[in-house]
Protein backbone atom coordinates (compact mmCIF):
# COMPACT_ATOMS: atom_id res chain seq x y z
CA UNK A 1 0.00 0.00 0.00
CA UNK A 2 1.57 3.15 -1.25
CA UNK A 3 1.62 6.56 1.36
CA UNK A 4 -1.11 8.33 -0.41
CA UNK A 5 -3.66 5.03 -0.26
CA UNK A 6 -2.34 4.16 3.11
CA UNK A 7 -3.29 8.01 4.54
CA UNK A 8 -6.73 7.60 2.87
CA UNK A 9 -7.74 4.50 4.51
CA UNK A 10 -6.88 5.70 7.82
CA UNK A 11 -8.96 8.74 6.93
CA UNK A 12 -11.50 6.92 6.50
CA UNK A 13 -11.30 5.11 9.54
CA UNK A 14 -11.86 7.78 11.25
CA UNK A 15 -11.34 8.15 15.55
CA UNK A 16 -11.97 3.97 15.67
CA UNK A 17 -8.40 4.02 13.70
CA UNK A 18 -6.75 5.88 15.75
CA UNK A 19 -7.96 4.23 18.99
CA UNK A 20 -6.92 1.03 17.81
CA UNK A 21 -3.30 2.57 16.82
CA UNK A 22 -3.15 3.70 20.66
CA UNK A 23 -4.15 -0.03 21.83
CA UNK A 24 -7.34 1.52 23.93
CA UNK A 25 -10.35 -0.24 24.57
CA UNK A 26 -13.86 1.58 23.58
CA UNK A 27 -14.89 1.27 27.49
CA UNK A 28 -11.57 2.38 28.90
CA UNK A 29 -11.67 5.51 26.26
CA UNK A 30 -14.67 6.85 27.07
CA UNK A 31 -14.05 6.89 30.42
CA UNK A 32 -10.81 8.58 30.34
CA UNK A 33 -12.45 11.70 27.73
CA UNK A 34 -15.57 11.15 30.09
CA UNK A 35 -18.35 11.24 27.93
CA UNK A 36 -20.71 7.80 27.39
CA UNK A 37 -19.79 4.76 26.45
CA UNK A 38 -22.62 5.26 23.99
CA UNK A 39 -21.50 8.60 22.61
CA UNK A 40 -17.87 7.77 21.80
CA UNK A 41 -19.45 4.72 19.57
CA UNK A 42 -21.74 7.24 18.07
CA UNK A 43 -18.61 9.05 17.35
CA UNK A 44 -17.08 6.26 15.70
CA UNK A 45 -19.10 5.78 13.35
CA UNK A 46 -19.32 9.12 11.97
CA UNK A 47 -22.67 9.76 13.61
CA UNK A 48 -22.05 12.72 15.85
CA UNK A 49 -20.52 16.30 15.64
CA UNK A 50 -16.95 16.77 17.68
CA UNK A 51 -17.14 19.59 19.77
CA UNK A 52 -13.61 20.87 21.28
CA UNK A 53 -13.48 19.73 24.26
CA UNK A 54 -14.12 16.59 23.68
CA UNK A 55 -11.34 17.22 20.61
CA UNK A 56 -8.88 18.56 22.66
CA UNK A 57 -9.31 15.09 25.47
CA UNK A 58 -9.38 12.33 22.90
CA UNK A 59 -5.90 14.13 21.44
CA UNK A 60 -4.43 13.91 24.85
CA UNK A 61 -5.48 9.92 25.33
CA UNK A 62 -4.85 9.17 22.03
CA UNK A 63 -1.23 10.92 22.30
CA UNK A 64 -2.08 12.73 18.63
CA UNK A 65 -2.10 16.10 17.26
CA UNK A 66 -5.68 17.59 18.22
CA UNK A 67 -5.86 18.68 14.24
CA UNK A 68 -5.57 15.04 13.29
CA UNK A 69 -7.96 14.02 15.62
CA UNK A 70 -10.45 16.73 13.64
CA UNK A 71 -9.24 16.09 10.66
CA UNK A 72 -9.86 12.12 10.65
CA UNK A 73 -13.28 12.50 12.38
CA UNK A 74 -14.44 14.75 9.50
CA UNK A 75 -13.05 12.79 6.67
CA UNK A 76 -14.63 9.67 8.01
CA UNK A 77 -18.10 11.63 8.60
CA UNK A 78 -18.46 12.30 4.89
CA UNK A 79 -18.34 8.50 3.90
CA UNK A 80 -20.66 7.58 6.82
CA UNK A 81 -23.50 9.78 6.69
CA UNK A 82 -25.88 7.51 4.43
CA UNK A 83 -27.58 5.84 6.43
CA UNK A 84 -27.43 8.12 9.69
CA UNK A 85 -28.59 6.76 12.65
CA UNK A 86 -29.66 3.52 11.53
CA UNK A 87 -26.92 1.65 12.90
CA UNK A 88 -27.25 3.28 17.10
CA UNK A 89 -31.14 3.35 16.44
CA UNK A 90 -33.49 1.89 19.07
CA UNK A 91 -36.59 -0.24 17.98
CA UNK A 92 -39.77 1.25 18.99
CA UNK A 93 -43.04 2.85 17.61
CA UNK A 94 -43.45 4.94 14.68
CA UNK A 95 -44.36 8.57 14.93
CA UNK A 96 -46.95 9.99 13.35
CA UNK A 97 -47.55 13.57 12.61
CA UNK A 98 -50.85 14.59 11.12
CA UNK A 99 -50.63 16.92 7.81
CA UNK A 100 -51.35 21.15 8.34
CA UNK A 101 -54.19 21.40 6.08
CA UNK A 102 -56.27 19.31 4.63
CA UNK A 103 -56.10 18.29 0.23
CA UNK A 104 -58.64 20.41 -1.54
CA UNK A 105 -61.74 18.86 -2.59
CA UNK A 106 -61.78 17.64 -5.89
CA UNK A 107 -57.69 17.21 -6.26
CA UNK A 108 -56.65 15.73 -8.56
CA UNK A 109 -53.06 15.63 -8.66
CA UNK A 110 -50.68 12.40 -8.28
CA UNK A 111 -49.63 11.81 -5.06
CA UNK A 112 -46.46 11.09 -3.49
CA UNK A 113 -44.57 9.40 -1.04
CA UNK A 114 -41.38 10.00 -0.16
CA UNK A 115 -39.02 7.31 1.23
CA UNK A 116 -35.69 8.11 3.49
CA UNK A 117 -37.24 12.16 2.91
CA UNK A 118 -34.81 13.68 4.59
CA UNK A 119 -36.20 17.41 4.27
CA UNK A 120 -37.90 16.84 1.76
CA UNK A 121 -36.00 18.22 -1.42
CA UNK A 122 -37.20 15.99 -4.31
CA UNK A 123 -40.87 15.29 -3.77
CA UNK A 124 -40.63 19.35 -2.90
CA UNK A 125 -39.96 19.50 -6.45
CA UNK A 126 -42.45 17.28 -7.42
CA UNK A 127 -44.90 19.53 -5.87
CA UNK A 128 -43.57 23.16 -7.10
CA UNK A 129 -44.74 21.36 -11.09
CA UNK A 130 -47.98 21.66 -9.91
CA UNK A 131 -49.07 18.12 -11.12
CA UNK A 132 -48.27 16.41 -7.91
CA UNK A 133 -48.94 16.53 -4.11
CA UNK A 134 -46.79 14.59 -1.29
CA UNK A 135 -49.24 12.88 1.42
CA UNK A 136 -46.27 11.04 3.27
CA UNK A 137 -43.07 11.45 4.14
CA UNK A 138 -41.03 8.71 6.24
CA UNK A 139 -37.51 9.53 8.09
CA UNK A 140 -35.86 7.79 10.93
CA UNK A 141 -35.07 11.31 12.38
CA UNK A 142 -37.62 13.18 13.87
CA UNK A 143 -35.89 16.67 12.89
CA UNK A 144 -36.18 15.35 9.33
CA UNK A 145 -39.76 14.84 9.58
CA UNK A 146 -40.17 18.06 11.30
CA UNK A 147 -38.64 19.75 8.22
CA UNK A 148 -40.44 18.21 5.68
CA UNK A 149 -44.06 18.22 7.06
CA UNK A 150 -43.04 22.37 7.24
CA UNK A 151 -43.46 22.57 3.69
CA UNK A 152 -45.46 19.82 2.33
CA UNK A 153 -48.81 20.96 4.81
CA UNK A 154 -50.69 17.66 2.83
CA UNK A 155 -48.30 15.12 4.45
CA UNK A 156 -48.61 13.36 6.59
CA UNK A 157 -44.80 12.51 8.28
CA UNK A 158 -43.63 9.33 10.06
CA UNK A 159 -40.90 9.23 12.34
CA UNK A 160 -39.00 6.22 12.74
CA UNK A 161 -37.47 3.20 10.98
CA UNK A 162 -38.98 2.19 7.41
CA UNK A 163 -39.09 -1.28 8.48
CA UNK A 164 -41.12 -1.13 11.27
CA UNK A 165 -44.18 0.20 9.59
CA UNK A 166 -47.07 -1.97 8.31
CA UNK A 167 -47.07 -0.15 4.31
CA UNK A 168 -51.18 -0.76 4.91
CA UNK A 169 -51.65 0.59 7.71
CA UNK A 170 -49.65 4.09 6.15
CA UNK A 171 -51.84 3.81 2.79
CA UNK A 172 -54.99 3.94 5.58
CA UNK A 173 -53.55 7.40 6.44
CA UNK A 174 -52.17 8.91 3.22
CA UNK A 175 -54.97 7.20 0.89
CA UNK A 176 -53.60 5.11 -2.89
CA UNK A 177 -50.14 6.27 -3.56
CA UNK A 178 -49.08 6.96 -6.92
CA UNK A 179 -45.39 7.89 -7.08
CA UNK A 180 -42.98 6.54 -4.71
CA UNK A 181 -39.78 8.64 -4.46
CA UNK A 182 -36.53 8.18 -2.05
CA UNK A 183 -33.28 7.55 -1.96
CA UNK A 184 -32.43 4.42 0.54
CA UNK A 185 -28.89 3.68 2.00
CA UNK A 186 -27.15 1.11 0.40
CA UNK A 187 -25.21 -0.83 2.61
CA UNK A 188 -26.26 -4.37 3.35
CA UNK A 189 -28.19 -4.96 0.27
CA UNK A 190 -27.08 -8.00 -1.07
CA UNK A 191 -26.34 -8.36 -5.05
CA UNK A 192 -26.42 -12.54 -4.00
CA UNK A 193 -29.99 -12.45 -2.61
CA UNK A 194 -32.69 -12.91 -5.10
CA UNK A 195 -35.53 -10.26 -4.32
CA UNK A 196 -38.57 -13.12 -4.57
CA UNK A 197 -36.93 -14.38 -1.49
CA UNK A 198 -37.47 -11.35 0.54
CA UNK A 199 -40.64 -10.64 3.21
CA UNK A 200 -41.50 -7.61 4.88
CA UNK A 201 -40.94 -8.88 8.16
CA UNK A 202 -37.17 -10.42 7.93
CA UNK A 203 -35.22 -9.07 10.09
CA UNK A 204 -32.58 -8.83 7.44
CA UNK A 205 -33.71 -6.53 4.90
CA UNK A 206 -31.75 -3.91 4.09
CA UNK A 207 -33.17 -0.01 3.56
CA UNK A 208 -32.97 -1.16 -0.23
CA UNK A 209 -34.96 -4.17 0.25
CA UNK A 210 -37.45 -1.94 2.24
CA UNK A 211 -38.23 0.29 -0.49
CA UNK A 212 -38.33 -2.55 -2.68
CA UNK A 213 -41.27 -3.80 -0.67
CA UNK A 214 -43.06 -0.72 -0.36
CA UNK A 215 -43.32 -0.57 -4.41
CA UNK A 216 -44.86 -4.05 -4.25
CA UNK A 217 -47.20 -3.70 -1.10
CA UNK A 218 -48.43 -0.20 -2.57
CA UNK A 219 -48.02 -0.38 -6.11
CA UNK A 220 -47.64 2.95 -7.20
CA UNK A 221 -48.00 3.61 -10.88
CA UNK A 222 -44.16 5.49 -10.88
CA UNK A 223 -41.23 5.60 -8.38
CA UNK A 224 -37.63 7.85 -8.77
CA UNK A 225 -34.83 6.01 -6.77
CA UNK A 226 -31.33 8.25 -6.49
CA UNK A 227 -28.30 7.29 -4.91
CA UNK A 228 -24.83 8.46 -5.41
CA UNK A 229 -22.64 7.80 -7.92
CA UNK A 230 -19.87 5.18 -6.65
CA UNK A 231 -23.04 2.93 -6.49
CA UNK A 232 -22.20 2.49 -10.22
CA UNK A 233 -18.69 0.90 -9.50
CA UNK A 234 -19.25 -0.09 -5.76
CA UNK A 235 -18.54 -4.37 -6.00
CA UNK A 236 -17.84 -4.00 -9.94
CA UNK A 237 -21.43 -2.65 -10.44
CA UNK A 238 -22.66 -5.86 -8.94
CA UNK A 239 -24.81 -4.21 -6.50
CA UNK A 240 -26.44 -2.21 -9.17
CA UNK A 241 -27.53 -4.63 -11.32
CA UNK A 242 -29.04 -6.50 -8.14
CA UNK A 243 -31.37 -3.45 -7.36
CA UNK A 244 -32.27 -3.16 -10.98
CA UNK A 245 -33.07 -6.52 -10.95
CA UNK A 246 -35.07 -6.36 -7.69
CA UNK A 247 -37.07 -3.42 -9.78
CA UNK A 248 -37.62 -5.65 -12.39
CA UNK A 249 -38.83 -8.80 -10.43
CA UNK A 250 -40.76 -6.11 -8.56
CA UNK A 251 -43.00 -5.44 -12.02
CA UNK A 252 -41.62 -2.29 -13.31
CA UNK A 253 -40.28 -0.89 -16.44
CA UNK A 254 -36.80 0.74 -15.89
CA UNK A 255 -34.45 3.27 -17.23
CA UNK A 256 -31.61 4.99 -15.34
CA UNK A 257 -28.79 7.53 -15.83
CA UNK A 258 -26.37 9.71 -13.94
CA UNK A 259 -26.83 13.13 -13.60
CA UNK A 260 -25.69 15.99 -12.94
CA UNK A 261 -28.08 18.70 -11.70
CA UNK A 262 -25.69 21.69 -13.12
CA UNK A 263 -27.07 20.60 -16.44
CA UNK A 264 -30.93 21.51 -14.88
CA UNK A 265 -29.67 25.35 -13.22
CA UNK A 266 -28.85 23.98 -9.86
CA UNK A 267 -25.77 25.73 -9.30
CA UNK A 268 -23.57 22.74 -8.20
CA UNK A 269 -21.83 20.16 -10.12
CA UNK A 270 -23.77 17.15 -7.93
CA UNK A 271 -23.77 14.12 -9.52
CA UNK A 272 -26.24 11.65 -8.76
CA UNK A 273 -27.60 7.98 -10.00
CA UNK A 274 -31.65 7.95 -10.79
CA UNK A 275 -33.59 5.32 -11.45
CA UNK A 276 -36.90 5.79 -13.06
CA UNK A 277 -39.49 3.11 -13.51
CA UNK A 278 -43.35 2.38 -14.11
CA UNK A 279 -45.57 -0.52 -13.88
CA UNK A 280 -48.07 1.15 -16.95
CA UNK A 281 -45.65 -0.30 -19.96
CA UNK A 282 -44.81 3.76 -20.78
CA UNK A 283 -40.92 4.37 -21.75
CA UNK A 284 -39.57 6.52 -19.74
CA UNK A 285 -37.67 9.71 -21.56
CA UNK A 286 -35.03 11.38 -19.97
CA UNK A 287 -34.83 15.33 -20.06
CA UNK A 288 -33.07 17.36 -22.37
CA UNK A 289 -30.04 19.06 -20.20
CA UNK A 290 -30.83 23.31 -20.45
CA UNK A 291 -27.38 24.09 -18.88
CA UNK A 292 -23.89 23.60 -19.95
CA UNK A 293 -21.24 22.67 -17.55
CA UNK A 294 -17.71 22.03 -18.26
CA UNK A 295 -16.56 19.58 -15.25
CA UNK A 296 -15.44 15.63 -15.40
CA UNK A 297 -17.73 13.26 -14.30
CA UNK A 298 -16.87 10.47 -11.58
CA UNK A 299 -18.55 7.94 -14.09
CA UNK A 300 -15.94 8.42 -16.74
CA UNK A 301 -16.83 7.50 -20.27
CA UNK A 302 -20.18 5.33 -19.47
CA UNK A 303 -23.04 5.72 -21.90
CA UNK A 304 -25.50 6.13 -19.38
CA UNK A 305 -24.33 9.40 -18.56
CA UNK A 306 -26.77 12.10 -19.31
CA UNK A 307 -25.10 15.13 -20.84
CA UNK A 308 -25.71 18.66 -22.10
CA UNK A 309 -24.89 19.09 -25.86
CA UNK A 310 -21.53 21.39 -26.44
CA UNK A 311 -22.21 25.12 -25.64
CA UNK A 312 -21.40 26.18 -29.05
CA UNK A 313 -24.79 24.69 -30.75
CA UNK A 314 -27.19 27.60 -28.53
CA UNK A 315 -29.28 24.54 -27.26
CA UNK A 316 -28.01 25.27 -23.68
CA UNK A 317 -27.57 28.33 -21.28
CA UNK A 318 -24.17 28.30 -19.30
CA UNK A 319 -24.21 26.54 -15.65
CA UNK A 320 -25.39 28.66 -13.32
CA UNK A 321 -22.33 29.62 -11.08
CA UNK A 322 -21.77 30.11 -7.29
CA UNK A 323 -21.98 34.35 -7.79
CA UNK A 324 -25.07 34.23 -9.71
CA UNK A 325 -26.47 32.02 -6.74
CA UNK A 326 -25.31 33.81 -3.49
CA UNK A 327 -23.35 36.97 -4.45
CA UNK A 328 -26.97 39.24 -3.02
CA UNK A 329 -26.27 38.12 0.13
CA UNK A 330 -24.80 40.54 2.49
CA UNK A 331 -21.49 39.64 4.05
CA UNK A 332 -20.99 38.00 7.09
CA UNK A 333 -17.77 36.90 8.97
CA UNK A 334 -17.14 34.21 11.34
CA UNK A 335 -19.54 33.66 13.94
CA UNK A 336 -21.81 36.73 12.69
CA UNK A 337 -25.70 36.36 11.60
CA UNK A 338 -27.58 38.62 8.99
CA UNK A 339 -31.39 38.36 8.98
CA UNK A 340 -32.09 41.29 6.31
CA UNK A 341 -31.87 41.61 2.57
CA UNK A 342 -28.96 43.43 1.14
CA UNK A 343 -30.58 46.21 -0.97
CA UNK A 344 -29.47 45.63 -4.86
CA UNK A 345 -30.93 46.29 -8.02
CA UNK A 346 -28.70 44.35 -9.52
CA UNK A 347 -29.52 41.11 -8.69
CA UNK A 348 -29.20 37.65 -11.01
CA UNK A 349 -32.26 36.03 -12.79
CA UNK A 350 -31.29 32.95 -10.49
CA UNK A 351 -31.22 34.69 -7.09
CA UNK A 352 -34.47 36.57 -8.08
CA UNK A 353 -36.15 33.27 -8.37
CA UNK A 354 -34.81 31.54 -5.29
CA UNK A 355 -35.48 34.43 -2.87
CA UNK A 356 -39.12 33.22 -3.71
CA UNK A 357 -40.80 36.33 -2.21
CA UNK A 358 -39.07 36.04 0.93
CA UNK A 359 -39.67 38.83 3.30
CA UNK A 360 -36.80 38.07 5.98
CA UNK A 361 -33.59 36.46 5.44
CA UNK A 362 -32.95 33.39 7.30
CA UNK A 363 -29.93 30.53 8.47
CA UNK A 364 -27.78 33.39 7.15
CA UNK A 365 -25.34 32.37 9.96
CA UNK A 366 -21.61 31.93 9.58
CA UNK A 367 -19.75 29.41 11.70
CA UNK A 368 -17.36 31.11 14.63
CA UNK A 369 -14.06 29.78 13.50
CA UNK A 370 -10.96 29.27 15.62
CA UNK A 371 -8.54 31.39 15.24
CA UNK A 372 -6.27 29.05 13.93
CA UNK A 373 -8.94 28.07 11.00
CA UNK A 374 -8.81 32.07 10.08
CA UNK A 375 -5.76 32.15 9.69
CA UNK A 376 -5.65 28.46 7.85
CA UNK A 377 -9.16 30.16 5.63
CA UNK A 378 -6.63 33.59 5.10
CA UNK A 379 -3.88 31.96 2.69
CA UNK A 380 -6.47 28.90 1.34
CA UNK A 381 -6.86 29.10 -2.47
CA UNK A 382 -7.83 26.25 -5.11
CA UNK A 383 -6.76 23.37 -3.25
CA UNK A 384 -4.57 22.73 0.08
CA UNK A 385 -1.44 22.48 -1.99
CA UNK A 386 -1.71 26.41 -1.76
CA UNK A 387 -1.19 26.81 1.74
CA UNK A 388 2.00 27.85 2.99
CA UNK A 389 4.16 24.21 3.67
CA UNK A 390 3.42 23.04 6.97
CA UNK A 391 0.27 25.00 8.19
CA UNK A 392 -1.75 21.77 7.91
CA UNK A 393 -0.38 18.13 8.74
CA UNK A 394 -3.14 16.52 6.97
CA UNK A 395 -6.05 16.39 4.84
CA UNK A 396 -7.52 15.62 1.52
CA UNK A 397 -6.67 17.44 -1.50
CA UNK A 398 -10.24 19.39 -1.78
CA UNK A 399 -9.62 20.40 2.19
CA UNK A 400 -9.01 23.72 3.27
CA UNK A 401 -10.00 25.33 -0.20
CA UNK A 402 -11.49 27.85 -2.10
CA UNK A 403 -14.53 27.69 -3.71
CA UNK A 404 -14.98 29.19 -7.26
CA UNK A 405 -17.06 32.04 -8.01
CA UNK A 406 -17.58 31.59 -11.78
CA UNK A 407 -18.10 27.95 -11.20
CA UNK A 408 -21.21 26.07 -10.28
CA UNK A 409 -20.12 24.38 -6.71
CA UNK A 410 -18.99 21.44 -5.83
CA UNK A 411 -21.09 19.18 -4.55
CA UNK A 412 -22.19 20.13 -1.00
CA UNK A 413 -21.78 17.69 1.62
CA UNK A 414 -22.79 17.61 5.26
CA UNK A 415 -19.77 19.21 6.26
CA UNK A 416 -20.06 22.71 3.51
CA UNK A 417 -19.46 24.79 6.81
CA UNK A 418 -16.40 22.84 8.33
CA UNK A 419 -13.45 23.69 5.48
CA UNK A 420 -11.29 20.70 6.94
CA UNK A 421 -13.52 18.21 5.66
CA UNK A 422 -14.27 19.39 2.01
CA UNK A 423 -13.80 22.87 -0.26
CA UNK A 424 -16.63 24.70 0.86
CA UNK A 425 -14.68 28.64 1.93
CA UNK A 426 -16.49 31.00 0.41
CA UNK A 427 -14.70 32.52 -2.80
CA UNK A 428 -14.28 36.60 -1.13
CA UNK A 429 -15.23 36.37 2.63
CA UNK A 430 -12.36 34.44 5.42
CA UNK A 431 -15.27 31.79 6.24
CA UNK A 432 -17.50 28.94 5.19
CA UNK A 433 -20.02 28.99 3.60
CA UNK A 434 -23.85 29.93 5.80
CA UNK A 435 -26.27 27.33 5.43
CA UNK A 436 -28.26 29.62 3.57
CA UNK A 437 -25.67 29.83 1.16
CA UNK A 438 -25.70 26.02 1.04
CA UNK A 439 -29.37 25.43 0.60
CA UNK A 440 -29.26 28.14 -2.19
CA UNK A 441 -26.05 26.11 -3.85
CA UNK A 442 -29.12 23.03 -3.46
CA UNK A 443 -31.51 25.12 -5.15
CA UNK A 444 -33.65 25.54 -1.92
CA UNK A 445 -35.76 28.72 -2.11
CA UNK A 446 -35.40 31.27 0.61
CA UNK A 447 -39.05 30.60 1.70
CA UNK A 448 -38.39 26.60 2.51
CA UNK A 449 -38.51 26.32 6.22
CA UNK A 450 -35.64 24.03 8.23
CA UNK A 451 -36.39 23.05 11.50
CA UNK A 452 -33.84 21.89 13.77
CA UNK A 453 -30.66 23.00 15.64
CA UNK A 454 -28.10 24.63 13.42
CA UNK A 455 -26.19 20.76 13.07
CA UNK A 456 -29.28 19.34 12.24
CA UNK A 457 -29.85 21.85 9.32
CA UNK A 458 -26.57 21.55 7.94
CA UNK A 459 -26.81 17.77 7.62
CA UNK A 460 -30.74 18.37 5.89
CA UNK A 461 -29.55 20.73 3.21
CA UNK A 462 -25.84 18.93 2.53
CA UNK A 463 -28.17 15.49 2.35
CA UNK A 464 -30.74 16.50 -0.12
CA UNK A 465 -32.22 16.47 -3.43
CA UNK A 466 -31.76 19.64 -5.73
CA UNK A 467 -35.45 20.56 -5.53
CA UNK A 468 -34.51 21.92 -8.93
CA UNK A 469 -33.51 18.58 -10.01
CA UNK A 470 -36.55 16.64 -8.74
CA UNK A 471 -39.25 18.89 -10.29
CA UNK A 472 -37.69 18.38 -13.82
CA UNK A 473 -37.87 14.74 -13.19
CA UNK A 474 -41.14 15.39 -12.19
CA UNK A 475 -42.30 17.47 -15.04
CA UNK A 476 -40.94 14.34 -17.53
CA UNK A 477 -42.83 12.05 -15.62
CA UNK A 478 -46.00 14.02 -16.32
CA UNK A 479 -45.25 14.58 -19.39
CA UNK A 480 -44.72 10.90 -20.52
CA UNK A 481 -48.16 10.51 -19.75
CA UNK A 482 -49.38 13.45 -21.87
CA UNK A 483 -47.11 13.74 -25.09
CA UNK A 484 -45.38 11.59 -28.10
CA UNK A 485 -42.50 10.03 -26.42
CA UNK A 486 -40.55 10.85 -29.69
CA UNK A 487 -40.74 14.68 -29.51
CA UNK A 488 -37.92 14.44 -26.87
CA UNK A 489 -34.99 12.93 -27.75
CA UNK A 490 -32.31 12.15 -25.20
CA UNK A 491 -28.79 13.67 -25.34
CA UNK A 492 -26.53 11.17 -24.50
CA UNK A 493 -22.28 11.67 -25.60
CA UNK A 494 -19.28 10.27 -24.03
CA UNK A 495 -17.44 12.03 -22.19
CA UNK A 496 -13.52 12.81 -22.52
CA UNK A 497 -11.13 12.23 -19.44
Not at 465 to 484: F, K, N, T, Y
Request: proline fraction near 6%; hydrophobic fraction near 35%.
Amino acid sequence: MNTKTEHMTKQQGGLRVLRQEAKLRLSDLAKAVDISLEQLKLLERGLAELDEGVAARLSKELNTPIQRVRSMHEAFRVIATPGEGYTTSKQGEFRVSSPAAPRPGGDRRRTVLDLFCGAGGLSYGFERTGRFVTVGGIDLLQDRVNTFTSNHPHAHGFAGDIRQIDPQKLVELTGPIDVVVGGPPCQGFSSIRPFRTLTEQDPRNSLVESYVLMLTSLRPEWFVFENVVGLVTHEGGKKLDAIIDAFTEAGYRLSWRIVNASMFGVPQNRERVVIVGNRIGVDFVWPRPTHYSDYRSMAGRRSELLRADPLFNGLQRPAVTLDEAIADLPAVASGEECTEYRASANTTEYQRAIRDGAAALTWHRATKHSPKMLEIIRHSGSSIADLPEGMVTSGFSSCYSRLDANRPSTTITVNFVHPSSNRCIHPHQDRALTPREGARLQSFPDTFVFKGTSAQVIKQIGNAVPPRLGQVIAQQIHDCLSEPSDERAPVLVEVDD
